[in-house]
């Protein structure tokens, strides 16, 4: 299910998963596919981590990410979950053919 809800989003972001619901900046934003397609990379994620797990990974990664860059965007941009969806998100086809923790490929690349 996606919503949009403008207050929720800090400076660039224009997209979340928070399980079951993908959260937009703007109404335009229903209209990317490439935007949709990530979020719904994350929400299988979500899913097969059993929701909560995958929050504590995606929290604890960028934490760990953070120190070792000293940078919390760039340590955004290495999690594994981030590195699946950006890699992904053309590829309307991904998530028939995405394998089982899919991010752990990304983990250590």
């Known amino acids: 299910m996606i919503v949009v809800f403008k207050h929720f989003f800090y400076k660039n972001y224009v997209g979340l998963s928070l399980w079951p619901f993908i959260i937009l900046k703007e109404d335009s934003l229903m209209a990317d596919e490439?935007?949709?397609?990530?979020?719904?990379?994350?929400?299988?994620?979500?899913?097969?981590?059993?929701?909560?797990?995958?929050?504590?990974?995606?929290?604890?990664?960028?934490?760990?990410?953070?120190?070792?860059?000293?940078?919390?965007?760039?340590?955004?941009?290495?999690?594994?979950?981030?590195?699946?969806a950006y890699a992904n998100e053309k590829d309307m086809q991904y998530l028939s053919n995405r394998k089982t923790f899919g991010f752990l490929h990304y983990l250590t690349r």
């Open 34 to 84: 490439v935007l949709i397609n990530h979020e719904r990379i994350h929400l299988r994620q979500q899913q097969e981590l059993l929701i909560l797990p995958f929050y504590m990974l995606y929290v604890s990664e960028w934490l760990f990410r953070t120190v070792l860059y000293l940078d919390s965007y760039r340590a955004y941009q290495n999690i594994s979950f981030e590195r699946e």
